[in-house]
């Protein structure tokens, strides 16, 4: 049964990541990747993949930083 669970969560995943590109705004855009990634995550720890789990860790964190800084900061 965990073997049909981890199956659907990486379908979904990867439905909910595609779809992200469809959203015009940067902010939705984002914000789907965001849930997208969760999902990869739960994926890799079902699976008990680290890099999976890892990749969309920095996939988040990267999404989550571009989503919520300020706009015309530069970083210098």
């Known amino acids: 049964m965990t073997h049909v669970v981890a199956e659907c969560v990486g379908w979904a995943a990867t439905a909910v990541f595609v779809g992200s590109y469809f959203f015009g705004r940067p902010s939705m855009l984002r ?6 990634a969760l999902l990869w995550i739960a994926y890799g720890v079902l699976i008990n993949a680290s890099p999976v789990i890892v990749a969309n860790v920095l996939v ?16 210098a």
């Open 31 to 36: 914000s789907v990747q965001m849930i997208g």
């Open 60 to 75: 988040f964190s990267a999404a989550a930083w571009t989503l919520f800084r300020k706009p015309g900061a530069t970083g």
